[in-house]
Nanobody, 114 residues
Framework: QVQLVESGGGLVQPGGSLRLSCAAS????????MNWYRQAPGNERESVAA????????SYAESVNGRFIISRENAKNTVYLQMNSLKPEDAAVYYC???????WGRGTQVTVST
C-alpha cells in the first residue's frame, strides 16, 4: 500500500532554514506528481508546493513562493522541501501527498520560534 514518511522537522529561529524529506513507497514514484501540505492548529490543511513528474515543474503557494523549494529524487523515491527565511507563521505539521491517492503520512512538526 502507499506509504509516506515525512522527516526533517524541528525547532528553528525566525530566518532559519529546514529541509524536509518524504520517503514514498507502495507505488511507482517516478510516474506521480507530489505535493507538500501543511496544517497549523485551528487551520485547514493547505497546499504549500507541488512538483510534477516527469518534468519536475514546480508550483508554490503565494505565502512561500521565493522562500521554499520543492525537489524530488526519483532514484530514492523521495521528495524534499527546502524551507528558507522561515517565519513564525510557517509553523505547522507538514505532510507530503500524492494527488491520486488518499494516503497521508504522520507529518513532521515545524516550529519557528525564538
Amino acid at each position: 500500500q502507499v506509504q509516506l514518511v515525512e522527516s526533517g522537522g524541528g525547532l528553528v529561529q525566525p530566518g532559519g532554514s529546514l529541509r524536509l524529506s518524504c520517503a514514498a513507497s507502495g507505488f511507482t514514484f517516478r510516474y506521480y506528481a507530489m505535493n507538500w501540505y501543511r496544517q497549523a492548529p485551528g487551520n485547514e490543511r493547505e497546499s504549500v508546493a507541488a512538483i510534477t513528474s516527469p518534468g519536475g515543474i514546480t508550483s508554490y503557494a503565494e505565502s512561500v513562493n521565493g522562500r521554499f523549494i520543492i525537489s524530488r529524487e526519483n532514484a530514492k523515491n523521495t521528495v524534499y522541501l527546502q524551507m528558507n527565511s522561515l517565519k513564525p507563521e510557517d509553523a505547522a505539521v507538514y505532510y507530503c501527498n500524492v494527488p491520486q491517492f488518499s494516503s497521508w503520512g504522520r507529518g513532521t512538526q515545524v516550529t519557528v520560534s525564538t
